[in-house]
């Protein structure tokens, strides 16, 4: 296994520096100051420092969170689209941990919340099958990075797609339920195992497509409430490690002890790109 992620490594910072910085959506990212060291309690995570996942969101209606997301650039941050409601009454807080403590507390001195100006959820997204499982928000003020936030890497090339491998183990991030069926009050992150689609479709009895990505396991899965959150892994970039998001949590079995199903990127990078563009102020 060491080998293949050796390989991989090898492979990935090859095809990237063929394309230079054009194929990053955001040049600035997936830069983090502390390491992610997993540590085994997410389903099989542990608790992960912000600055580790700097560009780690949190969504809130009232003071209640139930969706993760991350920062994409100084204006925009990625979720699913399951978890936008048109009469939500939505915040975002970035470069908090804890979902306990409110911003600007001792222990969430880095934190701050911004209000929301726009929601686009994909026009093609079918809740009955979970497909096109992809949402962006457009925040209310442009956002400064610092140490503790700072923006995911999303690569705009769909050719990404042949970065993913069968076997390969990726990094799950988010506040969903724990092994005891808990909610954390700190920030969990967990080594994901990439399933093949076939064999995670045969699990669930439905056809994981091609926008879709099958990882996890029962010892270690996302659980109720991570979704929206990123399923990533670092590259080298031009010598520089940097994170990349391969895919956003959509679903998975009501236990949490199946693997879980994620939207690829890879099949909406130009989606994200447009509405970038087109939605930027």
């Keep these: 296994m060491k080998s293949v992620a ?9 095809w990237l520096c063929r394309f230079g910085e054009a194929i990053l959506l955001e040049p600035n990212c997936g830069i983090r100051t502390t390491p992610s060291f997993h540590r085994m309690r997410i389903i099989g995570g542990s608790d992960a420092e912000i600055t580790s996942h700097p560009w780690m969101a949190y969504l809130y209606n009232e003071l209640n969170y139930f969706c993760a997301g991350t920062l994409i650039t100084h204006q925009f941050v990625l979720t699913a689209a399951h978890c936008i409601e048109a009469s939500m009454n939505l915040t975002v807080r970035l470069g908090g941990s804890e979902l306990t403590r ?6 969430q001195i880095a934190a701050e ?6 929601v686009i959820k994909h026009k093609y997204f079918t809740p009955s099958i979970m497909l096109n499982d992809i ?21 705009l090339d769909p050719a990404m797609r042949l970065l993913l491998e069968d076997g390969m183990t990726l990094t799950a991030t988010g506040w969903g339920l724990t092994d005891n069926k808990m909610r954390p009050p700190a920030l969990q992150d967990a080594p994901i195992t990439v399933m093949n689609r ?10 994981i497509t091609q926008g879709q990505i099958c990882a996890g396991d029962k010892e270690t899965n996302t659980c ?12 080298n970039y031009y010598g520089d490690l940097r994170f ?10 009501s236990e949490c002890r199946s693997p879980s199903i994620y939207t690829d990127l890879s099949t909406y990078s130009g989606w994200i790109n447009m509405v970038v ?5």
């Design 113 to 118: 919340d911004y209000s929301v100006s726009m």
């Design 244 to 253: 990349v998001q391969y895919g956003i949590t959509s679903f998975g079995d």
């Design 135 to 155: 949402a962006m928000i457009r925040l209310a003020r442009t956002v400064k990075f610092n140490d503790h936030i700072r923006p995911i890497c999303i690569i």
């Design 6 to 14: 050796v390989l991989v490594v090898i492979f990935v910072c090859q």
């Design 277 to 281: 563009n087109e939605h930027r102020t």
């Design 198 to 207: 076939n064999v995670c479709s045969k699990l669930y009895d439905v056809t």
């Design 102 to 107: 409110s911003s600007g507390s001792m222990c």
């Design 224 to 235: 109720l409430g991570d979704s929206g959150g990123p399923l990533g892994g670092v590259v």
